[in-house]
C-alpha cells in the first residue's frame, strides 16, 4: 500500500488553508485526499529556473503517486481519480460545511454521475438502407430531374401552333386526365401511381428513339408487378433483336434433330423401322420489323424509379405456346417457365405474349373514331392478303356519339382498332408451303385459289373494326360489358366498357367519344369460362411397327393363362389316360 | 375494411387496382354510418365488390362485439341502398358451385343448372333435373366461402377471451417489418381447422388466447398467397390466388389493417396449373 509520507525536510502546506488546522503543522494524511496541487507549481518553478534535475526518492515517489492516481480508471471513461479527488475536495472547501465528512460518499457519487461523459466509440453503426429507403431514394432521383424551373411554362399550356420539334416530352401522354376519368369511373390504380409513372415515362423518351406512348397497365405477379408501357418507335428505327431469338431456335432444332439422329448412329441393337415419325412443325417466322404483333414495343419495370427494360419481340411460336400454358407471372423476368407444352423461352417472353394477346383483343375504340383509308392503292390491299386492310388512320370528321350510345350494352359502339391474333400467332397469314418454295407474297391470293389438299387453310380473322358486339361471348356472359359510370350524377358520366374475355381490361370513353382510352390492371390471364384443360402428352411411339414379321400382341390375362394351362394338362392327361387305357384295354384283351 | 376510415383506407389497396370513384366514397360514407345506427353493430366492414354484368354489388357486413359470430351481410347496387343477404346454409352452398358464369346483377335472377340422372344400369335415358339457384342465394354464398378461405388478420390482432368470445386486442401494436414478412404472421378468421390436429408438442409454444386460429403457413397449395411490400416496407400487400381479386393491407409498426374483396365471385381452381 502506497502511503504519502511527509518527507522531512519538507513542510506540506496547503495554500491558504492551513491556519484553520489547531496544534499541527502538517495535515494528517488519508490517502483520498491529494495533497499534491500546491506542492506542483513549487516543483515547476524550481524545474523552470535550474532545468532538468534529478528527482530525490521522495519526489520521485511524489511523481509516481500523481501519475498514479492520473491514470484512466477503466469503468470510468475519460475520467480519472486525480480529477475527481481535486474536484471533490475542491467543492468540499468550497462549501466549507461541517457536514462534509458524512455526505463526502454522497458527494463522490454525485460527481461520478454527473461527470459520466460517453466517448462515442470511432466505429459508428450504419444499420444500412431499408427497402423504403432505396425505392424513395431512386424515386426521388426521378422526380429531382423532372422536377423543372417552377417560372418556365411549356408550350402546350398555351396550345402555341409551333410546337417545339426537340420537345420530346410532349409525347408523354396526358396520364393525369386520365387518372381522373378512370377514378370517375371506379377503376385504376390511385392517382400517386399514375403521376409517377408518368415522370417515369420521361426517361423513356429521353432514352428511345419513340413516336407515340401510352400507358398499357399494371400486370400483378406473386413476387413484384410489372408496369407496363406501350410504345411506337419512329419509321425506319426498329431494330432488330429477333437475331437473338432466331440463334436460339436454330440450337434447339439442331439438338432435337441431333436426338433423332441417335438411332441413325447406333444401329446396332436397332433395326432401320424404328425412325421416329415425329417431323417438327414448320418454324413459322415473326412479321417484318415494325409490323403485326411487333409494331409495337413495350417497356417495363417494376416500380416507377426503377429502370426500365425493353421487352423482346414476339414470335409466333410464343403465342401459340402461351394459348396453351395458364400460368402467373412472378415479377422477375428471367425467370424459367416450366410447363407443358414446353414454352420457349422466358418470363419476359411470356409476359410478352400475354401483353401482346391482351392488347390485340381489348383495344377498343369508339366506332367511326378510326377509318380505313381510302387513298389506299389497289396493290397494297391485295397484298394485305385475306384479311382486309391492316392500318386504320383517324377519321378527322368524327363528331362523336352521345353518351347513351357509348354506353350501350349490346356493344355496338365501340370496336376494335388492333388486329387480332391468328391461330398461327401473327396477324397476317403466313402459308408454310409458301416459304419453301420461296414464292414471293403477292401471290398469295393465287395460291389460295388454288388450295391444293397438302397446303394449309389460310387462316382469316375478323376484320379490323368490327364492332365488340361480335365477340364471342364466355358460357352466357357477353364478351364486353359496357357501362355508365356514375348514377348520382349521370350528366356529368363517362362511359366505361369493361372486358370479360380478358378481366381486368377497362375503357373508358368521355367528350361524346373523343377522348378515350383503355387500361389493363390484372393478372394477365383469360377468362376461360370453365376450368382449364391443360395439354395432354402425345401418344407414345410404337416400337416396331405392325407388320407380317412382327406383329404386337397383349399379353394374356391370368384367366387366359390358367384357361390355357388347364387346357393342356387336359391334352396330357387325355394322352396319357388314352394310353393306360390302351395298355388296360390290351391287359382286359390278355386276360 | 373498417368503414369508419374507409376514404383513407382504400388507398392502401389501391396499388392492387382497387379504387372507388368520389361519389361512391362520398355515398359510402353516409349510408355505412346509417346502417351502423339501424343495425346496432359495433363495427361495419366495407368487404367489398363483387362485379356482375349489368351492376355490381357492393357488400358490407356488420358485426356486434363478438366478431366471429352473428356477422350479418347486407348489399347494395348504388352505395345507399342496402339489403340484407340470407345467411348462407350449407345446401345452398352446394347448390351455387353448379351455377357457373358471371354474376348478372339483379338478384332476383336465377340460375339454371340441368343435371341429367342416369338410372343404375348406365341407361342414359334419365330425367333431366333442373336446379334453379336464385343469385342472392350465390352472393351469399360465395361471400360466406371468401370469408372462410381467405379473411385474415395479422396474428395477435383478435383475442379469444376465457369464455370464448373473441375480442380486438387494444394492444395490438402492428407487426414488426420483418414478422409481416412471414406467412406464419397472418391468422384466418375462422374456426380452426388445423388446430386441432397438431400434436402437443407443437401447441405447446402457442399462447391460447392469440394463437387460436390457423395460420397461412399450412395452407394447400403452397404458394397461394402473394405477399409483397410496397413503398419499400411501408405497406404489406398480401393477395390470394385462390380468390383473385382479394387484398389483405397491414402497416408494419402501426395498428392498421384490413382487406377488400374486388373480383367477379369466381374461385380460381386452376390454381395449381398457375403456380
Known sequence: MFVLQPSPGRIYEMKGESRKVKGRSTVPHDETVSEEPPSSPQRYEEEEGEGFRELSP????????KLFLMREGSEIDGQNLYNHLSALLTKVLTEKSEESLSRLEDASKTFKREKFTYKEPFIRDNPGKTPSEVLAHSQWQMMK????????????????????????YRLIPNLVKQAQFFEQAGVGLPREEFIRVSIAMRELVES????????????????????????????????????????????????????????????????????????????????????GLNKHVYFVCNEPGLPW????????????????????????????????PPFPGLEKNYLRAQVARISAATTVSPIGYFRFDDNEEEEDTEESGSNGRNTCIIDQEFEGMPLRDLC??????????????????????????????????????????????????????????????????????????????????????????????????????????????SLYIGWGQKNLGGAFEPEIPPDVMEEFPSGPEITEGDDPSPEEESAFKAALADKEFDAEFGEDQAEEETSDVDD | MDSEGLHLNIDYVGSSGIILSPEQKAALQTSLVILKNSGKFHR??????????????????????????????????????????????????????????????DPSYEFEHTEQKKTEDGEEAGEEETITIKEEDRLSSVIAEIDEDVKIVPRSAFIK????????????????????????????????????????????????????????EEDIPKGSWSLQFERGSGLVTLRSLLWLGYVFYHVPGSRLYGSCYVGNGEKNLDLPFML
Not at chain 1, 521522495?58 to 503517486?65: K, S
Not at chain 1, 419509321?235 to 431469338?245: M, R
Not at chain 1, 355508365?484 to 368521355?510: H, K, Y
Request: charged share 30%; with cysteine.
Open chain 1, 408 to 517: 350501350d350494352p349490346t356493344g355496338q359502339t365501340w370496336c376494335h382498332h388492333m388486329q387480332s391474333v391468328l391461330p398461327q400467332g401473327r396477324n397476317t397469314w403466313f402459308n408454310p408451303m409458301e416459304g419453301k418454295s420461296g414464292e414471293a407474297g403477292d401471290e398469295d391470293s393465287e395460291e389460295e385459289e388454288r388450295n391444293e389438299p397438302d397446303e394449309p387453310e389460310p387462316e382469316v380473322g375478323p376484320p379490323l373494326l368490327t364492332p365488340v358486339s361480335e365477340d364471342q361471348p364466355i358460357l352466357e356472359s357477353p364478351a364486353w360489358i359496357p357501362r355508365i359510370s356514375s348514377r348520382l350524377v349521370p350528366e356529368f358520366a363517362v362511359a366505361i366498357l369493361q372486358s370479360n374475355t380478358w378481366p381486368g381490361s377497362w375503357s373508358f370513353g368521355a367528350d361524346r367519344g373523343r377522348y378515350f382510352t
Open chain 1, 58 to 65: 521522495g519526489e520521485q515517489r511524489c511523481v509516481n503517486a
Open chain 1, 309 to 340: 427494360t425493353r421487352l423482346p419481340h414476339v414470335s409466333p411460336a410464343q403465342i401459340v405456346a402461351a394459348r396453351k400454358i395458364r400460368r402467373f407471372l412472378t415479377g422477375d423476368l428471367n425467370e424459367h417457365i416450366v410447363s407443358h
Open chain 1, 145 to 168: 430531374t423532372a422536377c423543372g424551373d417552377p417560372k418556365f411554362i411549356p408550350n402546350e399550356c398555351f396550345d402555341l401552333p409551333d410546337e417545339d420539334e426537340e420537345d420530346v
Open chain 2, 161 to 216: 377471451t376465457p369464455d370464448g368470445k373473441v375480442n380486438g386486442n387494444r394492444s395490438f401494436e402492428g407487426l414488426s417489418v420483418s414478422e409481416s414478412a412471414k406467412l406464419c404472421s397472418y391468422m384466418h378468421f375462422r374456426d380452426p381447422i388445423n388446430l386441432e390436429e397438431k400434436s402437443l408438442l407443437q401447441k405447446a409454444n402457442l399462447d391460447k388466447a392469440i394463437d387460436f386460429m390457423d395460420t397461412l
Open chain 1, 208 to 291: 428511345w428513339p419513340i413516336e407515340s406512348l401510352r400507358f398499357w397497365g399494371k400486370i400483378l405477379g406473386t413476387r413484384k408487378n410489372y408496369y407496363v408501357v406501350e410504345a411506337e418507335f419512329k419509321d425506319g428505327e426498329y431494330e432488330s433483336d429477333l437475331s437473338d431469338d432466331e440463334g436460339e431456335d436454330d440450337k434447339s432444332s439442331n439438338d432435337k434433330i441431333e436426338d433423332s439422329m441417335i438411332f441413325d448412329d447406333d444401329s446396332t441393337t436397332v433395326t432401320d423401322d424404328i425412325k421416329p415419325f415425329y417431323k417438327p412443325p414448320p418454324r413459322i417466322p415473326c412479321e417484318s420489323m415494325g409490323t
Open chain 2, 44 to 105: 361495419v366492414y366495407f368487404w367489398g365488390k363483387i362485379l356482375g354484368v349489368k351492376d355490381d354489388y357492393f357488400i358490407a357486413q356488420g358485426v356486434g362485439r363478438d366478431e366471429m359470430e352473428n356477422r350479418k351481410t347486407f348489399y347494395s347496387k348504388d352505395c345507399v341502398h342496402w339489403g340484407l343477404l340470407p345467411p348462407a346454409t350449407k345446401a345452398m352452398k352446394e347448390q351455387s358451385k353448379l351455377a357457373k358464369g358471371r354474376f348478372t346483377g
